[in-house]
């Protein structure tokens, strides 16, 4: 942010009048440009006089004058061109501000001329017109960054984005100044993607700029870009001084806009509003604008406006629908607001639906159909509400803005708070004069609900407008008037209407449990309607009150989910509530109680009877017997019919995949140390029989020695030694064999565990996950270099080259530091036999003491199988040492490294950013700090023997038990099975395919059970046989008399045909079909060679699954 | 004088570091275990405990070979204490983890905040939030000094 420190300033004690200095040509002739800027200050900021203004636009004629200030300069290169005055007074900078555009007003009414026909025809879609207008204004009045905002708007609603991107690169190259090409990245990012960059970008741009402590310039970032109160809270802006780095029509726009939201302000000084209204009726005596705020339009709030706002008001009042629709579309242009009354056409096309209005281009269309799907609750609410944000965001710098953020809360008045749109309404009121009694009302401190009055006569109002105004009216109780306005519900054309005005009522009434009730049950039939209640004071209620009842449950769990999701403690203590007082402990155990035809307890069970909300119940053994409750509830309700039969088994699909998942997490996150001693006995046994049997043979006929070596350790032990002696290096032979084979086999030993399931990718990677989310490391490219670390480069690319260099040096180091640092570990998980230093955790050295008792153990082994087990126990003895040593390692020395390699990094990081607060970085570090303390507990866990050891490739004979396992896990009864399959021990499937394989059996086990007419009972019989390269498994289950009498070649034919047929996967599922074809499909997608036929053989059903 | 205590903690090295420093410190206390949410709600809902000490941070389920624990439950330990709280369990409440800061839906919590609230939350019966960090002792301190004050108090009485 180079330009901050910009600001020219007066010499203190000037001897001369810095005006007589300026004005007098003899003077200033003479004067060299610093002392001449240096008397300009003086003069903008100290000349006292009352004839201030007439003095500056006096001087402002001379060109030396003028060309100090930004207000000229209207091309690109020239953008700030010039240094800003330091102005102590805030009435002084209005004052200049005032001088400044009074003496530009001329391009400036022919700017705002020009700027409504703009405005109208990118409103209405007229794309092409609208181009033409604003190369019209750029010709006329030249560049400004409204001009280039709005190109790259209009380019790309016409969908021209390679030009878009051109015409920004372009501007981009062009401007001299850091601060503005930013300004021109923002748009064009804005222009692409509205919401995501506006978050991303510009939001994260405000914070970084507010930790910086230059909030002038994030001031100015929320004035271009951010809608208040929609995405920032309303304080009144600190930019006023840096808007003189803009040329005119700039200053003009960020001026009127600013100046509205301070004359909106109550809290702000009365001195404040009063210099900026002054400045404002400056404005008016030489630029004719009707947006120019107006306290006399806020003041005269109750007076309605011309005729034809008059007349939309009365239109939609009496019902006249087509014609609202038809007089807002034929007399757009005369419409001094059209933004104004957007509400009022989209609830009319709530209520007709007129096809045409829906095909109209131009975004104000767009707008009133999100609108209309507000008031039909026919979209998600949070949906519409950022479809019509990302538009609110788009045309944030357009004079209607105000009125179009406030389209949102007139359409869902209880959704936000009071304190949120009363500034808004007010400012939207100061910059128009027609609008809405709604808008009116809104801006001021009414109940918008209760306090509403038609403009239109009583009596010629239909009759629902006239009940609910009853209702509103209703002194005392108003039973009455709510009985007669329920009895005539269906005449309401809008239900959120009732609701609302329902709701309302209950509120003002104290009836808090009536309004829950009906609260319940609307969520429950259509969870649009949210916007209908004041959902925050009922849960407020159903907090404080504890009130745990099904209508309590159901309105909290959408409360969660569709307005703040931080209260899900309090749907979690809801909802146990509920089954405590109903005497439960498990949702099933009221399956038969709640009737699941009411929409209630269909919410209940279906949707909020989630793995996530029942896990808090505490009743549940492990994950298994959480999903079989799942599975029992979702089978109940596919057995009541009340869900579909396909969304019931997309569900149960996606459990049996979750079991199978979470058995290779499990793999993943316990123990891997593994050895296969009986396959290691197996191939070393001949070897160790033949050494043992010599062993043996060898007579003392010799000397037998351990001839030591060196100095004696402190333990008496000789540090080294070695064997001599036939016996002693027979013995030596077959250990080294055990050891050997323990510690190297290619394929079972101990290097090989640590090397292929730790050490070559599961340890780094794991590492690495979270500081890769994070983007903390960078790679290292084809000269060894590290590279730079673009994602964060980009995020702060507002922040100075110098600090972002230094930055990503520091992350890069980082990277270095880190890896070096997994190294270092991975040289712990290593093994050592030999008698040398190191760093390896996992050494193997037999001492001579240990050579003594393996000589006795020799001696008295009658096997070598015997032997192999004595020294295998040895080995697994040392080994559980040496993986204790490492899990310390990991867990302290490693652990502590990686932390002050964080400590580090974030002082690094701190110098480096110089003041820049870098939020998102420096939250980023400190947060992957903390995760990955949890990553490096995992490891240690690693560091265990794993007795059950698991490869990723899996027979098919184990498949077929995981997936009974997997069946009976998800469904919670034991299956009635008998098997054999043990000849497809030998044929393999692959790791990535053993998912399909299971899903696969597991819907021919289903199948099995649910068409059997036996249920749980139903008995199965699963065989296979192996030929070759081919093999089969045959599924039969029994069949109960009419399922065995409904089965005929002609239904046989039926499943084969729907099961093979060429209807795709997806296809099945949008149209039912049974487990068979998803395990055709599955095992298709596998392999081709697989097949899967069905028959019926005497009174049993048969899958036959082929391969080959 | 004995008291008893149940320590719901899943990270086993920390958990037997922390068991290994109440037996050797408070000999006499009677000290119970639990790896998991699930496993910390049914002790405290079937046995009646002097001190809940309790992980913030917790796996649903106990971890086993054929379990990876379920839903890794960000404030899981406060969880529990809300139960502990709403139910009116008479047990002080302590809590240690080894995280500096908190983040579950993309909002981040230091320890301060957290500790704030926990008081709260917790009422009269909160002993602390204690920072374990196993390279340094300061966190077995600030257990003496918790329990410590618990046991001379009964002492006392």
């Known amino acids: 942010m180079a330009k901050h420190v910009k600001f020219r300033v007066g010499k203190p004690k000037a001897r001369l009048d810095a005006f007589q200095l300026m004005a007098n040509p003899l003077t200033a002739n003479f004067l060299s440009e610093e002392r001449y800027i240096d008397a300009a200050a003086s003069f903008v900021d100290g000349y006292y006089k009352e004839d201030f203004s007439r003095r500056f636009l006096e001087l402002y004629e001379k060109k030396r004058f003028r060309e100090l200030f930004n207000c000229s300069y209207n091309s690109i290169e020239d953008f ?108 064009l990012l804005i222009a692409s993607d509205p919401l995501l960059h506006h978050k991303k970008r510009i939001l994260n741009g405000v914070k970084e700029l507010d930790e910086a402590g230059v909030n002038q310039w994030s001031d100015m970032l929320r004035l271009i870009f951010v809608p208040r109160p929609f995405f920032d809270s309303v304080e009144l802006l600190s930019c006023l001084a840096v808007i003189q780095a803009f040329n005119a029509i ?161 359409s869902m008045p209880l959704r936000y708070n009071k304190s949120e749109w009363v500034r808004l309404a007010k400012s939207a009121l100061l910059t128009t004069t027609d609008c809405t009694p709604l808008s009116k009302l809104l801006a001021t401190d009414m109940d918008p609900l209760s306090s509403h009055k038609y403009i239109t006569n009583k009596s010629l109002l239909p009759l629902h407008r006239v009940l609910r105004a009853s209702l509103q009216e209703s002194v005392g109780n108003g039973d009455l008037e709510l009985l007669a306005l329920q009895a005539h519900f269906d005449k309401v054309p809008l239900a959120k209407d009732f609701y609302e005005s329902v709701s309302t009522y209950y509120t003002r009434a104290e009836q808090p449990f009536e309004l829950i009730e009906l609260c319940a049950r609307t969520l429950a039939k259509n969870p649009n309607a949210y916007i209908a209640f004041p959902m925050r004071k009922i849960v407020d209620f159903i907090e404080e009150e504890a009130v745990c009842s099904l209508d309590s449950v159901i309105i909290v769990y959408y409360y969660v989910k569709k307005i703040d999701s931080t209260k899900d403690y309090l749907l979690n203590e809801t909802y146990e509530e509920f089954f405590g007082v109903n005497g439960t402990s498990r949702p099933s155990e009221l399956l038969e109680v709640l009737d699941v035809r009411d929409d209630r307890a269909l919410v209940l069970f279906r949707d909020v009877s989630s793995f996530e909300t029942m896990d808090f119940l505490g009743s549940f053994s492990d994950s298994n017997d959480l999903r079989a409750e799942r599975v029992r509830i979702i089978d109940y309700l596919r057995d009541a019919e009340v869900i579909d039969p396909e969304q019931h088994r997309a569900e149960v699909d996606e459990i049996v995949v979750q079991v199978v998942v979470d058995a290779g997490a499990t793999e993943f996150n316990v123990a891997k140390i593994h050895v296969n001693d009986n396959a290691l006995k197996r191939l070393i046994s001949e070897d160790l029989s033949s050494l043992l049997s010599l062993f043996k043979s060898i007579k003392f006929e010799k000397e037998e020695k351990i001839i030591r070596l060196g100095a004696d350790s402190p333990d008496g032990q000789a540090t080294k030694a070695v064997v001599a002696g036939d016996r002693n290096t027979t013995l030596l032979k077959m250990l080294q064999l055990i050891q050997n084979s323990f510690l190297y086999d290619e394929k079972h030993g101990l290097d090989k565990n640590l090397s292929a399931e730790i050490r070559h990718g599961f340890f780094s990677n794991l590492m690495r996950s979270k500081l890769e989310e994070a983007n903390l490391l960078t790679e290292v490219d084809e000269l060894g270099n590290y590279k730079a670390n673009a994602y964060w480069l980009n995020a702060n690319s507002l922040v100075a080259s110098d600090i972002l260099e230094d930055i990503d040096k520091q992350l890069k180091w980082f990277s270095a530091s880190f890896n070096e640092l997994i190294a270092e570990a991975e040289e712990w998980m290593n093994v050592s036999s030999f008698d040398v230093e190191t760093n390896r955790v996992f050494h193997y050295r037999t001492n001579a003491n240990d050579f003594q008792i393996f000589l006795t153990l020799a001696d008295v082994s009658t096997t070598s199988d015997e032997f192999f087990d004595y020294c295998i126990t040895t080995l697994w003895d040392t080994t559980e040492s040496c993986m204790e040593e490492m899990r310390e390692k990991l867990n302290v020395d490693f652990k502590n490294k990686v932390d002050r390699l964080f400590d580090e990094l974030i002082s690094r990081i701190t110098d480096a950013k110089s003041g820049v607060a870098l939020h998102g970085l420096m939250t980023s570090i400190t947060q992957t700090k903390s995760d990955i303390r949890e990553d490096i507990t995992t490891v240690s866990e690693w560091f265990k023997r794993n007795t059950e050891y698991a490869s990723t490739e899996r027979s098919i004979k184990d498949l077929i038990n995981i997936s009974i396992e997997c069946f009976e896990r998800v469904r919670g009864f034991r299956l009635v099975v008998e098997k054999e399959v043990s000849c497809l021990s030998p044929v393999l499937i692959d790791g990535q395919h053993v998912k399909a394989f299971i899903v696969a059996f597991v819907n021919i086990l289903e199948n099995a059970c649910r068409h059997s007419g036996f249920s749980q009972s139903t008995e199965i019989k699963i065989e296979s046989e192996l030929k070759g390269n081919s093999w089969h498994v045959a599924v039969s289950n029994n069949l109960s008399s009419a399922k065995c009498s409904s089965l005929n070649s002609e239904r046989i034919s039926q499943v084969v045909d729907k099961m093979k047929g060429p209807l795709s996967l997806n296809m099945m599922r949008r149209e039912g079909g049974s487990g068979l074809s998803k395990a055709f499909n599955q095992l298709r997608t596998i392999d081709g060679k697989f097949d899967v036929d069905v028959a019926k053989i005497d009174s049993l059903f048969r899958t036959l699954i082929t391969y080959g | 004088m004995a008291k008893n205590i149940l320590i719901v903690e899943d990270n086993n090295h920390k958990r037997e570091k922390i068991i290994g420093f109440i037996k050797d410190n408070f000999p006499l206390w009677s000290v119970s275990e639990a790896h998991s949410f699930t496993a910390g709600c049914q002790r405290v809902l079937e046995n009646v405990y002097d001190v809940i000490l309790l992980d913030m941070s917790l796996p649903t389920y106990d971890k086993s070979a054929t379990e990876s624990g379920g839903r890794f439950r960000t404030f899981g330990g406060r969880e529990i204490a809300r139960k502990v709280t709403r139910r009116k369990i008479e047990s002080k409440i302590l809590f240690i983890t080894q995280f500096e800061s908190f983040s579950e839906r993309g909002h981040s919590q230091t320890l301060e905040s957290i500790d704030k609230e926990l008081l709260v939350e917790c009422g009269a019966a909160y002993l602390g939030l204690i920072y374990y960090d196993s390279s340094k002792s300061i966190w077995k301190e600030k257990i003496s000094l918790a329990l410590g004050s618990l046991a001379n108090e009964s002492f006392d009485n």
């Open chain 1, 80 to 187: 700030y061109k010039e240094g800003t005055f330091r102005i102590t007074r805030k009435k002084r900078i209005l004052e200049v501000y005032g001088c400044l555009l009074t003496a530009h007003a001329a391009e400036i009414n022919q700017f705002v001329k020009a700027r409504k026909f703009f405005e109208s025809a990118v409103l209405e879609g007229r794309l092409d017109e609208a181009l033409a207008i604003l190369e019209d204004i750029e010709h006329h009045v030249g560049e400004s960054i409204w001009y280039i905002r709005n190109k790259i708007l209009v380019l790309s609603l016409k969908g021209n984005l390679q030009e878009m991107q051109d015409f920004a690169e372009s501007c981009t190259e062009r401007s001299t100044e850091q601060f503005f090409s930013y300004l021109i990245s923002c748009c």
């Open chain 1, 250 to 410: 700039d200053q003009y726009c960020l001026l009127t806009k600013l100046s509205a939201e301070v004359m909106a302000f109550d809290d702000g000084s009365d001195a404040t509003q009063s210099d900026f209204k002054d400045f404002i009726d400056v404005l008016q005596a030489s630029i004719e604008d009707e947006c120019l705020p107006s306290l006399a339009r806020l003041e005269q709030a109750q007076v309605d406006g011309d005729s034809l706002s008059l007349k939309l008001t009365s239109l939609y009042e009496t019902e006249q629908y087509e014609d609202l629709i038809r007089v807002f579309v034929s007399r757009f242009n005369d419409i001094e607001e059209p933004l104004a009354f957007v509400n009022l056409v989209a609830k009319a096309a709530a209520i007709i639906k007129p096809k045409y209005l829906s095909e109209m281009p131009g975004l104000i269309y767009q707008l009133i159909e999100s609108l209309s799907s507000i008031y039909m609750l026919s979209v998600p609410p949070n949906q519409v509400e950022d479809k019509i944000s990302a538009v609110v965001i788009l045309l944030y710098h357009f004079s209607g803005s105000s009125q179009l953020q406030l389209s949102l809360y007139k």
